[in-house]
């Protein structure tokens, strides 16, 4: 049978919004298919495999950058993966993959990532799970027993405050490897927007009148703390007193509501101002990532190890296998390629699978726990350096797509 792997057209459309229905849930009567001008103005890269009996696999790419070692990093995320239940397990999910990638990385888009329902399904592709977006269901009546704040007070946000927002998250964004930032579409919203989707933003001001935190949270209906539930999407603090001050604020509902159910990644450092950590979590949504692109991703990182020199390789059949050597000189590093036979290149420098390429970029394992997890081989004289390299930047991501 043969597959032809294309762009999905405006006239796939009813195939593609069923196959999706199929996979993730739709009312009985099936999503309703967009019309062309929604399905145009939305501008989305969606990619289908099609087969002699037509829709046999989808996905769709959002474009947009993400926060990795300091800097605004081209992001293909993939997203609505779903192949047709009668034609699983014939292959045509790596032959989707290929063709989408491939326009990513003709775009610019040097890494790609993506939530998965299951990681095995993604990792012969190259992605590897380097954290995970939570939901945390938090006690509010132990909020009461948080620190006062010293200096930092809390108010309402109006549209006018939008800027102040988006600048504490792009603050807090930068200093970390994962976080979306923000500034594309599906994930920029326009302050009118922004501020409608909650009850309430509320801001954490310091003595000098400068905006050091904010919680967006949706109040929830009922006043019986058992039961009372509210939803708490953001809480960035750029200060401990401010940390300390927001999540007082939340608690000042304890008599009402019982619990914030709060969106969180890994060690959040505003959950560092806590006295009480009896908290459970409410839905875990592990994040895979995958180098696109080895050259484009690993070169002009800001690096404090001026003068070091690592050479390395990648392993397997993929786009990504082939030989560099890594140096460091101006602050950052570059990147150049090795003519070396990858058959030989395991006896004279580090050999990494492209899973574990994905998880020393985003910083998340040492070389040390890469050769433990099978994904690091060879020479280890420079492993110190390589986990140097890439760590020191924790890994959170708070958006989901
Ligand atoms: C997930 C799905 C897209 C996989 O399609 P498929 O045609 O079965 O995929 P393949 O047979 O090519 O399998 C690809 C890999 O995924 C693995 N896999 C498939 N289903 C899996 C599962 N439920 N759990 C773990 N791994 C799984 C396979 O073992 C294979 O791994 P391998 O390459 O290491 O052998 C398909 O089953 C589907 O549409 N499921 C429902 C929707 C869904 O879960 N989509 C994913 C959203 S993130």
């Given at each position: 049978?043969?597959?032809?792997?294309?762009p999905?057209e405006?006239?796939?459309?009813?195939?593609?919004?069923?196959?999706g229905?199929?996979?993730?849930?739709?009312?009985?009567t099936?999503n309703?298919?967009?019309?062309?001008e929604?399905w145009?103005?939305?501008g989305?890269r969606?990619?289908?495999a099609?087969?002699?009996?037509?829709?046999?696999a989808?996905l769709?790419?959002?474009?947009?950058?993400?926060?990795f070692?300091g800097?605004?990093?081209?992001?293909?995320?993939i997203?609505?993966v779903?192949?047709?239940?009668?034609?699983r397990?014939s292959g045509?999910?790596a032959?989707l993959?290929?063709?989408?990638?491939?326009?990513a990385?003709?775009?610019?888009?040097t890494?790609s990532?993506?939530?998965p329902t299951?990681?095995?399904i993604?990792?012969?592709?190259g992605?590897?799970?380097?954290g995970s977006f939570?939901?945390v269901?938090?006690?509010?009546?132990?909020?009461?027993?948080?620190?006062?704040?010293?200096?930092?007070?809390?108010?309402?946000?109006?549209?006018a405050?939008f800027a102040?927002?988006?600048?504490v998250h792009?603050?807090?964004?930068a200093?970390?490897?994962?976080?979306?930032?923000?500034?594309?579409?599906?994930?920029?919203?326009p302050p009118e927007?922004f501020?409608a989707d909650y009850t309430?933003v509320?801001?954490?001001?310091?003595g000098s009148?400068?905006?050091v935190?904010?919680a967006?949270w949706i109040r929830?209906?009922?006043?019986?703390?058992?039961?009372a539930?509210?939803?708490?999407?953001?809480?960035?603090?750029?200060?401990?007193d401010?940390?300390?001050?927001l999540?007082?604020?939340?608690?000042s509902f304890?008599t009402?509501?019982?619990?914030a159910?709060?969106?969180?990644s890994?060690?959040?450092?505003a959950?560092?101002v806590l006295?009480d950590l009896?908290t459970t979590?409410h839905?875990?949504?592990?994040?895979?990532l995958r180098?696109?692109?080895v050259?484009?991703?690993?070169?002009g990182l800001?690096?404090p190890?001026?003068?070091?020199r690592?050479?390395?390789?990648v392993r397997g059949t993929?786009?990504l296998?082939?030989?560099?050597?890594l140096?460091?000189?101006?602050?950052?590093?570059h990147?150049?390629?090795?003519?070396v036979?990858?058959e030989d290149a395991?006896h004279?420098?580090?050999v990494?699978?492209?899973n574990g390429?994905?998880l020393?970029?985003?910083?998340?394992?040492?070389?040390a726990?890469?050769?433990?997890a099978?994904?690091?081989t060879?020479p280890?004289?420079?492993?110190p350096?390589?986990t140097?390299?890439f760590?020191g930047r924790?890994?959170?991501?708070?958006?989901?797509?």
């Amino acid at each position: 049978m043969s597959l032809t792997v294309r762009p999905v057209e405006y006239a796939d459309q009813p195939d593609y919004t069923r196959l999706g229905g199929e996979a993730f849930g739709a009312p009985a009567t099936g999503n309703p298919v967009p019309t062309r001008e929604e399905w145009a103005a939305a501008g989305f890269r969606e990619w289908g495999a099609f087969d002699d009996e037509g829709l046999a696999a989808r996905l769709r790419v959002y474009g947009f950058t993400s926060w990795f070692h300091g800097a605004q990093v081209q992001t293909a995320g993939i997203a609505g993966v779903a192949v047709e239940p009668e034609r699983r397990g014939s292959g045509h999910l790596a032959r989707l993959f290929a063709a989408a990638l491939d326009e990513a990385r003709e775009r610019g888009d040097t890494i790609s990532t993506l939530y998965p329902t299951a990681p095995g399904i993604y990792r012969r592709l190259g992605y590897e799970v380097v954290g995970s977006f939570d939901d945390v269901d938090v006690p509010l009546q132990n909020l009461n027993r948080v620190a006062a704040p010293a200096g930092v007070v809390t108010r309402r946000a109006t549209v006018a405050d939008f800027a102040a927002v988006v600048a504490v998250h792009r603050t807090w964004a930068a200093a970390q490897n994962g976080p979306v930032s923000r500034a594309e579409k599906p994930f920029w919203t326009p302050p009118e927007k922004f501020f409608a989707d909650y009850t309430g933003v509320t801001l954490a001001i310091d003595g000098s009148g400068d905006v050091v935190g904010f919680a967006s949270w949706i109040r929830g209906e009922g006043y019986t703390p058992a039961t009372a539930l509210m939803e708490v999407d953001d809480l960035i603090a750029l200060t401990p007193d401010a940390a300390r001050a927001l999540w007082r604020t939340l608690g000042s509902f304890s008599t009402v509501v019982g619990t914030a159910r709060v969106s969180t990644s890994g060690l959040d450092p505003a959950w560092l101002v806590l006295p009480d950590l009896t908290t459970t979590v409410h839905s875990a949504h592990p994040y895979m990532l995958r180098i696109l692109d080895v050259a484009g991703a690993l070169t002009g990182l800001g690096s404090p190890l001026e003068g070091v020199r690592v050479p390395f390789a990648v392993r397997g059949t993929q786009d990504l296998a082939g030989a560099w050597t890594l140096t460091v000189s101006d602050g950052v590093t570059h990147l150049e390629r090795d003519a070396v036979a990858l058959e030989d290149a395991h006896h004279e420098r580090p050999v990494l699978s492209p899973n574990g390429l994905a998880l020393l970029y985003a910083g998340v394992q040492s070389a040390a726990n890469l050769r433990i997890a099978g994904h690091l081989t060879g020479p280890s004289g420079h492993d110190p350096i390589l986990t140097a390299l890439f760590a020191g930047r924790q890994l959170h991501v708070r958006d989901y797509f």
